[in-house]
């Protein structure tokens, strides 16, 4: 059964190197939304829509400095010899690989960022007060009485 996306013969249906094509892809995706979520305003698609742009040339640069690294520590010899099918297997490999550890990078930086969100809103700066006699000289000086208790509290 030949491969319905490039109709390479006994593939199953689905060839590996489409197999792996289409993870990569699904990837890419997944690490655009999940990008989105977090920098982008959902309700605006073209937020959302260049965000996914800025995933997507990421995870592209990922999977070309992958795949030229997979050629330089793989003999040229070998790729001839195991066929041009086999290095298409191997380069969509690659680019799944890396598409899936961007995605991971992508997410857990992304994580990260939010953590520190978080962490800045649910503990804000630690600001020491002046006392407040230093920062309301008159009111220091003036006796206490229940209207300057008020502006304390
Ligand atoms: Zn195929």
């Known amino acids: 059964m030949a491969c319905e996306d490039c109709r390479r013969a006994r593939s ?5 190197a489409c197999d792996h094509r289409r993870q990569a892809e699904a990837l890419i995706v997944e ?6 979520t977090w920098s982008a305003d959902p309700s605006d698609p073209v937020a959302v829509a260049a965000v996914a742009a800025e995933v997507r ?6 999977i070309a400095a992958d795949w030229a690294e997979f050629q330089q520590i ?3 010899a070998d790729m001839t010899a195991a066929g041009p099918d086999a290095v298409e ?3 969509q490999r690659a680019a799944t690989e890396a598409a899936a550890k961007a995605q991971n990078r ?3 930086h992304r994580l990260v960022v939010r953590l520190e969100q978080l962490h800045a809103q649910a503990r804000p700066e630690p600001v ?10 008159e009111l220091a000086a003036r006796p206490l009485d229940g209207e300057a208790l008020g502006v304390i509290a």
């Open 128 to 137: 020491r007060p002046a006392p407040w006699s230093r920062r309301l000289p």
């Open 12 to 16: 199953a249906g689905l060839c590996e």
């Open 74 to 76: 793989t003999d040229p």
């Open 106 to 108: 992508t997410a857990e």
């Open 57 to 62: 040339t990421a995870i592209g640069d990922a």
């Open 89 to 91: 297997d191997a380069a």
């Open 31 to 36: 690490a655009g939304l999940l990008a989105a």
